[in-house]
């Protein structure tokens, strides 16, 4: 994301440029990873562009509303694993993309994150009801959005609302660099059953757990015919590192 003037706000321009890149690379089947990240120093997102808003009409709101809930669903439904690196602000939509991501990674003091929206007279409204509960449990979530409050990157690691933090390097963008070593252990691992093992778990939190169990069964039975699973057989008996090709 790079929109320095606006600090990265999802206006329309920048919604359709995510969807579009999306749609691109969820035709990848090279793509193990997909990281999101700001080219804007001290900003990850700052949030739905409010200025673009205003001039809306209220059935041009709730129509872009509706688009900014399909970006984050595009980006919770991409096949491969996500991770947000937080550098700087993640506020509101800015919050609710990092939700929307597998993995999210912050500097521990320059990311400051909350869904603020009822401090500007609104609700989240892209996702951050039902993921910042599923990811926290229900009491945080509540106190999170009734008070509008902002955590430093410390203080989502402590909550876990982030996967890890780092310190902040004089370039602002440690996180970055923190989520491409995360990926980095991803991507050595057989592509096909990291990609089947998100679906089950996605799927499964869905459901009860009986049912659950029955999506993670029908998910290992996909990975049963591909070679990456022979090839992972083979290697362990022969004690070396298999060599995935993701078929």
Known sequence: MNRPRARNA??????????????????DRQVRVLLFRSGVKGVFCAGADLKEREQMS????????????????????????????VDGFALGGGLELALACD???AAASSAVMGLIETTRGLLPGAGGTQRLPRCLGVALAKELIFTGRRL???????????????????EGNA?????RTL??????????????????IDRGMEVDIASG???????????IPTQDRLEGMAAFREKRSPKFVGE
């Open 103 to 105: 993995l999210r990674v």
């Open 10 to 27: 999802l206006g329309n321009i920048l919604v359709g440029e995510l969807l579009e890149a999306l749609a691109q690379l969820r035709e």
């Open 58 to 85: 209220e059935a041009e709101v709730g129509v872009f509303v509706q688009r900014l809930q399909g970006l984050m669903n595009e980006i919770a439904d991409f096949p491969a694993p996500t991770i947000a690196a």
């Open 152 to 170: 430093s990157g410390t203080e989502a690691l402590a909550i876990g609302l982030v996967n890890h933090t780092v310190d902040q390097n004089k």
């Open 183 to 200: 990926a980095q252990e991803i991507l050595p691992q057989a592509p096909i059953a990291v990609r089947l093992g998100k679906l089950a």
């Open 213 to 223: 169990m029955a999506i993670e069964g029908m998910c290992y039975a996909q990975n």
């Open 175 to 179: 996180a970055y660099h923190r989520a």
